[in-house]
């Protein structure tokens, strides 16, 4: 199909992105790291800041799979896996908080 993005590629460069946000590099340090040219990465860039996305993932919202009643299992765009046990309330506590805190760090609002 002309002008669709092979979904393999778009996941390669969406997790470079998250990777150059992470990485407090210029973009020629960072595609030189990478391999890849500058103007390709300001393409991809381009292109990924283009593309529709469902309303959940534009404000910010990633599906959530519950595995078993045993426990909740998160799978971040990155790859990390997350389970944790719902049996056990303060454990789930103190990881929504520490979530909550990183997300709001990340968004620039600082430490809660």
Not at 3 to 22: H, N, Y
Not at 54 to 64: D, N, S
Not at 66 to 73: E, F, N, T
Request: charged residues 30%; hydrophobic residues 40%.
């Amino acid at each position: 199909m002309a002008g669709s993005l092979d979904s393999r590629k778009v996941r390669e460069w969406q997790r470079r992105m998250a990777r150059f946000q992470e990485a407090r590099q210029s973009v020629a340090e960072f595609c030189r790291q990478e391999g890849v040219s500058a103007p390709s990465f300001y393409q991809w860039r381009k292109r990924l800041a283009q593309r529709p996305r469902p309303a959940e993932e534009a404000a910010g919202f990633r599906a959530v799979r519950l595995v078993s009643s045993a426990g909740v299992a998160v799978q971040l765009p990155g790859g990390t896996q997350l389970h944790v046990p719902t049996s056990d309330r303060r454990v789930l506590r103190v990881v929504i908080d520490t979530l909550a805190r990183a997300d709001a760090r990340r968004a620039g609002g600082g430490p809660c």
